[in-house]
Antibody, heavy 122, light 107 residues
Framework: QVQLVESGGGVVQPGGSLRLSCAAS????????MHWVRQAPGKGLEWVAF????????YYADSVKGRFTISRDNSKNTLYLQMNSLRAEDTAVYYC???????????????WGQGTMVTVSS | EIVMTQSPATLSVSPGERATLSCRAS??????LAWYQQKPGQAPRLLIY???TRATGIPARFSGSGSGTEFTLTISSLQSEDFAVYYC?????????FGQGTKLEIK
């Protein structure tokens, strides 16, 4: 079945770096745009970043622009989020999610991973 | 950035009754509006996209309506498993934005 599994979360000091991964299975990963969405403890959802199915286009939330980089390896069916210069306010559960339509861009999220927790603390 | 505002923040409804949740956009998002359900400790689940189209496997008691700036999610007869937090999301413009959520609780 269609599945997304995040990994790479953990505890990191302010100013540090972390790379999240999202392993996809059960669908043709290379045909779908992918997102990262985060949720701070007890708070709502915040969209973080999007990458087009072929990696040719990327969008970022202003809160992470210049610090986070979204990428993908279609040969490995894996999505990444490189997070640098981390701040306390980046503490959240990070979800990867796919768009429903083949080659789709700006769209809803039909499948979500279970999330990985990132804690930024000294 | 388009601001999405949901109301009410908390809605108390008895099982079997109807629940109506609202979402307002600060500017038109056409019909590019989705609704998600989230239960504690779980990832969100897509309920409605295109403002009114139910996602795969979503029961018919969930319905969405609206366009432009005003949207509604209606749950016609609440089941115990429907008590959760609901989020609206616009995907008409970048950055995509979510409402702050409506918590649907048992009365």
């Amino acid at each position: 079945q269609v599945q997304l599994v995040e990994s790479g979360g953990g505890v990191v000091q302010p100013g540090g770096s972390l790379r999240l991964s999202c392993a996809a299975s059960g669908f043709t990963f290379s045909s779908y745009g992918m997102h990262w969405v985060r949720q701070a403890p007890g708070k709502g959802l915040e969209w973080v970043a999007f990458i087009r199915y072929d990696g040719s286009n990327k969008y970022y939330a202003d809160s992470v622009k210049g610090r986070f980089t979204i990428s993908r390896d279609n040969s490995k069916n894996t999505l990444y989020l490189q997070m640098n210069s981390l701040r306390a306010e980046d503490t959240a559960v990070y979800y990867c999610a796919k768009v429903p339509g083949v080659y789709g861009d700006n769209d809803a999220f039909d499948i979500w991973g279970q999330g990985t927790m990132v804690t930024v603390s000294s | 950035e388009i601001v999405m505002t949901q109301s009410p923040a908390t809605l108390s409804v008895s099982p079997g009754e109807r629940a109506t949740l609202s979402c307002r956009a600060s500017q038109s998002v056409s019909s590019n509006l989705a609704w998600y359900q989230q239960k504690p400790g779980q990832a969100p689940r897509l309920l409605i996209y295109g403002a009114s189209t139910r996602a795969t496997g979503i029961p018919a008691r969930f319905s969405g309506s609206g366009s432009g700036t005003e949207f509604t999610l209606t749950i016609s007869s609440l089941q115990s498993e429907d008590f959760a937090v609901y989020y609206c999301q616009q995907y008409n413009n970048w950055p995509q934005t979510f409402g702050q959520g409506t918590k649907l609780e048992i009365k």
